[in-house]
Protein backbone atom coordinates (compact mmCIF):
# COMPACT_ATOMS: atom_id res chain seq x y z
CA UNK A 1 0.00 0.00 0.00
CA UNK A 2 1.18 3.44 -1.02
CA UNK A 3 2.47 5.68 1.93
CA UNK A 4 0.44 9.09 2.70
CA UNK A 5 2.68 12.07 2.56
CA UNK A 6 1.71 15.35 3.95
CA UNK A 7 1.52 17.93 3.46
CA UNK A 8 0.75 17.56 -0.56
CA UNK A 9 2.08 21.17 -1.37
CA UNK A 10 3.63 24.19 0.95
CA UNK A 11 5.16 27.60 0.51
CA UNK A 12 8.18 28.81 2.39
CA UNK A 13 10.01 32.10 2.48
CA UNK A 14 13.90 31.42 1.87
CA UNK A 15 15.04 30.44 5.30
CA UNK A 16 12.27 29.08 6.88
CA UNK A 17 11.59 25.67 7.75
CA UNK A 18 9.59 23.07 6.93
CA UNK A 19 8.63 19.12 7.60
CA UNK A 20 7.36 16.59 5.30
CA UNK A 21 6.07 13.67 6.80
CA UNK A 22 5.10 10.15 5.37
CA UNK A 23 3.58 7.30 6.94
CA UNK A 24 2.85 3.18 5.92
CA UNK A 25 0.43 0.85 7.27
CA UNK A 26 3.13 -2.24 6.56
CA UNK A 27 5.74 -2.63 8.91
CA UNK A 28 9.17 -1.55 7.20
CA UNK A 29 12.83 -1.79 6.54
CA UNK A 30 13.97 1.36 5.08
CA UNK A 31 12.69 5.10 4.01
CA UNK A 32 14.04 6.16 0.92
CA UNK A 33 13.42 10.44 0.58
CA UNK A 34 14.25 11.81 -2.77
CA UNK A 35 13.55 14.99 -4.70
CA UNK A 36 12.19 15.52 -8.60
CA UNK A 37 12.98 18.71 -10.22
CA UNK A 38 10.38 19.68 -12.86
CA UNK A 39 11.43 17.45 -15.84
CA UNK A 40 14.12 15.72 -13.87
CA UNK A 41 14.64 12.59 -12.24
CA UNK A 42 14.29 11.88 -8.76
CA UNK A 43 17.38 12.40 -6.97
CA UNK A 44 18.09 10.16 -3.85
CA UNK A 45 18.28 12.31 -0.24
CA UNK A 46 18.69 9.77 2.22
CA UNK A 47 17.82 6.35 3.12
CA UNK A 48 16.78 5.45 7.00
CA UNK A 49 16.84 1.81 7.91
CA UNK A 50 14.88 0.29 10.76
CA UNK A 51 16.05 1.21 14.42
CA UNK A 52 14.78 4.87 14.46
CA UNK A 53 18.20 6.61 13.33
CA UNK A 54 18.23 10.29 12.10
CA UNK A 55 20.45 10.73 9.22
CA UNK A 56 21.55 14.62 7.91
CA UNK A 57 22.64 16.10 4.97
CA UNK A 58 23.55 19.78 4.69
CA UNK A 59 20.41 21.68 6.51
CA UNK A 60 18.43 18.30 5.23
CA UNK A 61 17.53 15.82 7.91
CA UNK A 62 15.11 13.25 8.45
CA UNK A 63 14.05 10.86 11.42
CA UNK A 64 12.22 7.47 11.01
CA UNK A 65 9.95 5.72 14.04
CA UNK A 66 10.19 2.25 13.35
CA UNK A 67 6.89 1.51 16.07
CA UNK A 68 4.77 3.91 14.04
CA UNK A 69 5.67 3.78 10.55
CA UNK A 70 6.48 7.04 10.49
CA UNK A 71 9.30 9.32 8.65
CA UNK A 72 9.92 12.63 8.85
CA UNK A 73 12.18 15.19 6.52
CA UNK A 74 13.26 18.38 8.07
CA UNK A 75 14.25 20.72 5.62
CA UNK A 76 15.89 23.93 7.93
CA UNK A 77 16.87 27.68 6.50
CA UNK A 78 15.43 26.25 3.57
CA UNK A 79 17.23 27.38 0.29
CA UNK A 80 15.92 28.43 -3.46
CA UNK A 81 17.49 25.01 -4.75
CA UNK A 82 15.28 23.34 -2.15
CA UNK A 83 12.35 24.01 -4.70
CA UNK A 84 10.36 20.74 -5.75
CA UNK A 85 8.55 17.52 -5.19
CA UNK A 86 9.68 15.01 -1.99
CA UNK A 87 8.78 11.44 -2.05
CA UNK A 88 9.28 8.84 0.33
CA UNK A 89 9.80 5.92 -0.89
CA UNK A 90 9.32 2.76 1.74
CA UNK A 91 10.79 -0.53 1.69
CA UNK A 92 8.52 -3.53 3.42
CA UNK A 93 10.13 -5.63 5.61
CA UNK A 94 10.17 -9.27 4.90
CA UNK A 95 10.74 -11.81 2.57
CA UNK A 96 10.26 -11.02 -1.36
CA UNK A 97 9.78 -7.30 -0.35
CA UNK A 98 11.70 -6.27 -4.09
CA UNK A 99 10.51 -2.71 -4.10
CA UNK A 100 9.87 0.88 -3.31
CA UNK A 101 6.33 2.43 -2.69
CA UNK A 102 6.66 5.85 -3.39
CA UNK A 103 3.98 8.38 -1.26
CA UNK A 104 2.20 11.17 -3.93
CA UNK A 105 4.82 13.46 -2.88
CA UNK A 106 4.52 17.01 -1.55
CA UNK A 107 5.47 20.10 -3.78
CA UNK A 108 7.68 22.17 -2.05
CA UNK A 109 8.18 25.96 -3.40
CA UNK A 110 10.64 28.17 -2.02
CA UNK A 111 9.83 31.89 -2.59
CA UNK A 112 12.41 34.89 -2.26
CA UNK B 1 31.31 7.50 -14.38
CA UNK B 2 28.17 7.78 -16.14
CA UNK B 3 25.42 8.01 -14.07
CA UNK B 4 21.64 6.15 -15.15
CA UNK B 5 21.31 6.32 -19.01
CA UNK B 6 18.04 5.73 -21.07
CA UNK B 7 16.71 5.48 -24.44
CA UNK B 8 14.56 7.32 -26.01
CA UNK B 9 14.25 10.29 -23.75
CA UNK B 10 10.90 11.30 -26.08
CA UNK B 11 8.63 9.35 -28.15
CA UNK B 12 5.44 9.25 -29.32
CA UNK B 13 2.94 5.96 -29.89
CA UNK B 14 -0.56 5.52 -31.30
CA UNK B 15 -2.87 3.27 -29.35
CA UNK B 16 -1.93 -0.99 -30.40
CA UNK B 17 1.29 -0.03 -31.03
CA UNK B 18 4.65 -1.67 -29.45
CA UNK B 19 7.39 0.07 -27.51
CA UNK B 20 10.95 -0.95 -26.22
CA UNK B 21 12.55 0.81 -24.15
CA UNK B 22 16.15 0.53 -23.06
CA UNK B 23 18.09 1.36 -20.05
CA UNK B 24 21.95 1.00 -19.25
CA UNK B 25 22.68 1.17 -15.05
CA UNK B 26 25.53 2.51 -13.43
CA UNK B 27 28.78 0.47 -14.22
CA UNK B 28 29.24 -2.22 -11.57
CA UNK B 29 25.11 -2.25 -10.78
CA UNK B 30 23.44 -5.22 -11.09
CA UNK B 31 20.11 -4.39 -10.32
CA UNK B 32 17.55 -2.50 -12.24
CA UNK B 33 14.26 -1.53 -11.79
CA UNK B 34 11.53 -0.02 -13.83
CA UNK B 35 8.83 2.50 -12.57
CA UNK B 36 6.16 4.20 -14.04
CA UNK B 37 5.22 8.10 -13.35
CA UNK B 38 1.90 9.59 -14.24
CA UNK B 39 2.30 13.64 -14.29
CA UNK B 40 1.35 14.40 -10.84
CA UNK B 41 1.79 11.01 -8.94
CA UNK B 42 5.18 9.03 -7.04
CA UNK B 43 7.04 6.24 -9.15
CA UNK B 44 5.35 2.82 -9.53
CA UNK B 45 7.22 -0.24 -9.36
CA UNK B 46 6.75 -2.52 -12.88
CA UNK B 47 10.02 -4.82 -12.51
CA UNK B 48 12.81 -5.21 -10.38
CA UNK B 49 15.65 -7.61 -11.94
CA UNK B 50 19.05 -9.06 -10.43
CA UNK B 51 21.91 -11.24 -12.40
CA UNK B 52 19.25 -11.29 -15.10
CA UNK B 53 16.77 -12.75 -12.99
CA UNK B 54 13.06 -11.05 -12.61
CA UNK B 55 12.86 -10.76 -8.85
CA UNK B 56 10.02 -8.33 -8.61
CA UNK B 57 7.07 -7.39 -10.69
CA UNK B 58 4.16 -4.57 -9.46
CA UNK B 59 0.93 -4.37 -10.52
CA UNK B 60 0.65 -3.86 -14.12
CA UNK B 61 -1.09 -6.37 -17.29
CA UNK B 62 1.19 -9.03 -19.34
CA UNK B 63 1.29 -6.18 -21.91
CA UNK B 64 4.22 -5.02 -19.51
CA UNK B 65 7.96 -6.89 -19.87
CA UNK B 66 11.56 -6.70 -19.52
CA UNK B 67 14.71 -8.40 -19.14
CA UNK B 68 17.73 -8.16 -18.24
CA UNK B 69 20.89 -8.73 -20.75
CA UNK B 70 24.56 -9.90 -19.24
CA UNK B 71 25.89 -6.81 -19.52
CA UNK B 72 23.11 -5.38 -16.81
CA UNK B 73 21.61 -3.55 -19.50
CA UNK B 74 17.81 -3.84 -19.25
CA UNK B 75 14.59 -3.63 -22.18
CA UNK B 76 11.16 -2.66 -20.91
CA UNK B 77 8.51 -3.20 -23.38
CA UNK B 78 5.52 -2.68 -23.51
CA UNK B 79 2.46 -4.63 -26.51
CA UNK B 80 -0.54 -3.05 -27.18
CA UNK B 81 -0.33 0.55 -26.21
CA UNK B 82 -3.32 2.31 -24.39
CA UNK B 83 -4.03 5.77 -23.47
CA UNK B 84 -3.15 4.67 -19.85
CA UNK B 85 0.05 4.05 -20.49
CA UNK B 86 1.11 7.46 -21.38
CA UNK B 87 3.95 8.42 -18.40
CA UNK B 88 7.34 9.14 -17.58
CA UNK B 89 8.99 5.51 -17.30
CA UNK B 90 12.12 5.88 -14.74
CA UNK B 91 15.38 3.28 -14.82
CA UNK B 92 16.84 2.87 -11.62
CA UNK B 93 20.06 1.00 -10.76
CA UNK B 94 21.42 0.14 -7.62
CA UNK B 95 24.29 -2.37 -6.01
CA UNK B 96 21.78 -4.06 -4.16
CA UNK B 97 18.74 -5.46 -4.39
CA UNK B 98 15.70 -4.47 -2.39
CA UNK B 99 15.04 -6.87 0.42
CA UNK B 100 18.29 -7.89 1.16
CA UNK B 101 20.52 -6.46 4.48
CA UNK B 102 21.86 -2.87 3.59
CA UNK B 103 20.83 0.26 2.17
CA UNK B 104 19.44 -0.07 -0.98
CA UNK B 105 19.85 2.91 -2.64
CA UNK B 106 18.11 3.38 -6.11
CA UNK B 107 19.82 5.83 -8.48
CA UNK B 108 16.97 6.91 -11.54
CA UNK B 109 17.97 7.74 -15.04
CA UNK B 110 16.15 10.68 -16.48
CA UNK B 111 13.69 8.60 -17.71
CA UNK B 112 11.48 8.14 -21.18
CA UNK B 113 8.67 10.09 -22.27
CA UNK B 114 6.21 8.11 -23.77
CA UNK B 115 2.57 9.59 -25.48
CA UNK B 116 0.25 7.45 -26.87
CA UNK B 117 -2.09 8.88 -29.20
Known amino acids: QQPVQSPQAVILREGEDAVINCSSS?????VHWYRQKHGEAPVFLMI?????EQKGHDKISASFNEKKQQSSLYLTASQLSYSGTYFCGTEASGAGSYQLTFGKGTKLSVIP | DAGVTQSPTHLIKTRGQHVTLRCSPI?????VSWYQQVLGQGPQFIFQYYEKEERGRGNFPDRFSARQFPNYSSELNVNALLLGDSALYLC????????????????FGAGSRLTVL
Open chain 1, 26 to 30: KALYS
Open chain 2, 27 to 31: SGHKS
Open chain 1, 48 to 52: LLKGG
Open chain 2, 92 to 107: ASSLRIAGSSGANVLT
